[in-house]
């Protein structure tokens, strides 16, 4: 306050010291309340993840999927295949990490982007021009961001705390690494680099890292890779440090545990170390085990509850109040990626070779995973082909046929996969009407999950939100059903208002057929192999 005469004068003071965080939220002063938000990752989203190097880019080289160069796709390759994304319906991209890589390792070259040496910049490889500044700093990444979001497409960037790449040993401190350690967390993940997170320098380099990437890279959503092989002391920092700044930020983690088993695991990084999200890789097992290898439905996702020593189904660990997930519907759910086995066009081909009938099953086992991967709880992702039917299988611990490029000789100047190339076609229609499907009915995306029926060949459940239901029935038989099955809306369990709803209000969402509720009973008859959807909104 400066005072002239009788006039006082006030002088906008900063009363504390510019940081991080200041700069990160003078970015959003502009935006309305709540806009900010709208960038990061909520149960409304469809997660599309890129291998940015096999997606696209101006001067990339078409070459075997064996190959284990750089092929050359780029950052920019995904700005222009923006269009393509958009028909798709996907609403958020998820892009491998962006750091700058090592040459190679013996014949391999980084292609994937997580063998880092330098975390502090983009790799120039990632770069071509076309829609970027050719700069290595991470603002380039922010204008990345900014492309998209004018799109209104999300971003996901893939960060990487748990190692360096091969020989970057020199760029660090040698005690910033475990040395000759074993186990998940000390020991070496494929030979990388291991940096110790138990020594301070280590903790304070990345936490300072990932908040150069939120306010210069403009980062809101952030896939942690290798979650379970990183010091549980990161967690702590991460979650006082970053969280207390930039409390937004949403974190997906990768815990890689695929057995049903194993849940008790992965409810410990959503329950205690405050991540978001992590990928709910034991549902993703259990769509692929019954529904493509014909194991049973309540095995695997959901018990029918007639005795108590019955096995939990991985949909029965869903509820909070019984040591479950906190939020099973803010998991984030997947059919393949690009650490799995292969992808689920390739195991389906497994189950049902040869083409003719062959082909046929495959692409209905194919379609019926998708199926159930859109209507069950959580957030799906997508990796980058499966819309199209793209395979790929991992040899040893070769997965660069895991990681195909993209076939865009398939894909027309429409955006979607031409007449001539039907499995592509047929399975990129189904998933971009699932994708719509989700979209219009709110029980889909925020509904809470109610089983009516569990057997070994029959699942049916109800997605239930304030104004807006679902009614999915999914039978694995080969053969169709041969009676109508009838289900009871038990009035102990689903409201009235609900089962109101249902009579006369919810229809097929490909024929538009009214879904039969008679007496209290829902009565239906499904093809084999097939997942029938009846919503308040269609497609």
């Known amino acids: 306050m400066i005072i002239k005469g009788m006039e006082v004068v006030f002088e906008k003071l900063s009363l504390f010291p510019t940081t991080h965080a200041d700069c990160w939220l003078k970015q959003n002063e502009s935006n309305c309340p709540g806009e900010a938000m709208k960038k990061h990752i909520t149960q409304d989203d469809i997660i599309y993840f890129v291998m940015t190097d096999r997606f696209f880019g101006r001067n990339k080289r078409t070459v075997d999927a064996s190959d284990t160069s750089i092929h050359g796709g780029t950052i920019d390759g995904v700005i222009e295949k923006l269009d393509y994304l958009i028909e798709l319906g996907v609403t958020a991209i998820w892009v491998a990490p962006v750091y700058e890589n ?63 790449g091969y020989g970057a040993h020199e760029q660090f401190d040698p005690t910033w690494f475990n040395v000759k350690g074993s186990g998940d967390i000390k020991g070496e993940l494929a030979g990388l680099p291991d940096f110790n997170h138990d020594n301070p320098q280590v903790l304070d380099y990345f936490i300072n890292n990932i908040e150069d990437w939120i306010t210069k890279g403009k980062v809101t959503n952030i896939r942690m890779d290798t979650v379970k092989h990183v010091e549980p002391k990161f967690w702590h920092y991460f979650k006082s440090q970053i969280r207390g700044q930039y409390p937004d930020i949403f974190l997906i983690g990768e815990v890689l545990f695929e057995g049903k088993e194993h849940i008790v695991k992965l409810l410990e990084y959503q329950n205690y170390h405050d991540f978001d999200s992590i990928f709910d890789f034991p549902l993703c097992t259990a769509l692929r085990s019954t529904f493509i290898y ?43 990626n690009h650490d799995l086995e292969r992808r689920i066009m390739s195991h389906a081909r497994t189950k049902h070779p ?23 709880r959580g957030i799906p992702q997508i990796y980058y082909g499966t819309e199209v ?151």
């Open 102 to 164: 090592i040459e190679r390792h013996g014949i391999t070259e980084p292609y994937h982007y997580y063998w880092p040496h330098r975390f502090d910049r983009i790799d120039k490889r990632l770069l071509d021009g076309t829609y970027l500044p050719e700069s290595v700093d991470m603002t380039t990444f922010g204008k990345f961001v900014n492309m998209c979001e004018d799109r209104g497409m999300k971003v996901v960037l893939d960060i990487v705390v748990n190692h360096a």
């Open 294 to 336: 014909d194991e049973s439905l309540r095995y695997w996702l959901a018990r029918p509850r007639l005795n108590d020593h019955e096995p939990l189904g991985v949909l029965d660990d869903d509820n909070p109040s019984k040591g479950g997930y906190r939020n099973a519907n803010g998991l984030v759910t997947l059919v393949d």
């Open 354 to 376: 040869g083409e003719g009938s062959g082909l046929d099953w495959a692409i209905r086992v194919t379609k019926l995973c998708l199926g159930a991967l859109f209507t069950m």
């Open 389 to 539: 039917g793209l395979e790929g299988w991992k040899a040893g611990n070769d997965d660069c046929d895991l990681r195909r490029d993209f076939p865009w000789h398939v894909i027309g100047s429409d955006n979607r996969p031409m007449p001539q190339f039907r499995k592509e076609r047929e399975i990129f229609e189904w998933t971009r009407d699932l994708i719509n499907l989700r979209k219009r009915n709110a029980s889909l995306k925020y509904g809470t999950t109610i089983t009516l029926w569990s057997d070994d060949l029959v699942y049916a459940f109800l997605r239930i939100a304030t104004d807006d239901v679902a009614f999915v029935i999914i039978n694995n038989g080969y053969d169709k059903m041969p009676h109508p099955i009838q289900l009871d809306l038990n009035p102990s369990v689903i409201p009235q208002r609900v089962v109101s709803m249902m009579t006369g209000g919810l229809k097929h969402w490909k024929t538009g057929q009214p879904l039969t509720v008679q007496n209290g009973k829902v009565v239906v008859t499904v093809d084999g192999k097939t997942i029938d959807i009846f919503c308040c909104r269609d497609s």
